[in-house]
């Protein structure tokens, strides 16, 4: 039986982390079999790619790496987790709560391509490549955390006394990335949440009742 693959999907200091915790602690309250999972897997040596790309080891911004190149390096790290964590799990009926998935690609790599035309294909390409050449399960549903890319500069100059990955590094590719979510997330259907208002973060306990309200009616 065929679990459910529900993701979360926002830009960087948007609260995924947290906001997949919170999920995960609820639902198992709830007396459902849930297992909590994170992309990139860091702790695994398929990241390895992943970490010299976002490291800059081919090049200091995200576009020395092109679209396909970089959506590789992420699917085999995918692939991995799956095959040797969860697969199992999930096939037997369990609840998977992805902190990123496939669906950060169509984001974070397919920003990369000018056109609308060649992001379509590019779009197509993946989710064939990853879904049905790598096997890997479609999610049954993607919350999207959306918050103000203004509001995300600061907090991500409030947390990043730490070093920071090409990505963050680059606030324009960020912003790029944020307009990229909200257009693929209605070309999709993702459920959106507002995670700012006006210039402030909503509350963390707001932003995780409109997520669990929003699971919950999917699973029923």
Not at 27 to 55: Q, W
């Amino acid at each position: 039986m065929k679990g459910k693959l529900i993701v979360i999907e926002a830009g960087d200091a948007s609260g995924k982390a947290t906001q997949t915790k919170i999920l995960c602690d609820h639902l198992k309250e709830d007396g459902k079999d849930v297992r909590h999972i994170s992309f990139p897997d860091y702790e695994s040596n398929s990241s390895a790619l992943v970490k010299m790309y976002l490291s800059g080891e081919f090049g200091k911004a995200a576009g020395n790496v092109n679209a396909y190149a970089a959506s590789s390096f992420f699917a085999v790290d995918r692939y991995a987790s799956y095959k040797l964590d969860w697969e199992r799990f999930y096939k037997n009926g369990g609840i998977v709560i992805c902190d990123r998935y496939t669906t950060s690609n169509l984001v974070h790599q397919a920003v990369k391509i000018d056109s609308s035309i060649e992001r379509a294909h590019f779009r197509d390409w993946l989710m064939d490549y990853e879904y049905e050449k790598l096997g890997l399960p479609r999610p049954d549903c993607v919350i999207f955390l959306d918050m103000s890319p203004d509001v995300s500069d600061r907090l991500l100059e409030i947390r990043n006394a730490q070093a920071k990955d090409i990505h963050e590094h680059d606030r324009s590719y960020l912003h790029a990335c944020h307009a990229m979510y909200q257009e693929v997330a209605a070309l999709y259907g993702w459920h959106r949440i507002s995670c700012s208002s006006g210039m402030r973060p909503r509350q963390i306990k707001d932003i995780a009742k409109d997520v669990y309200d929003e699971v919950v009616r999917y699973l029923n």
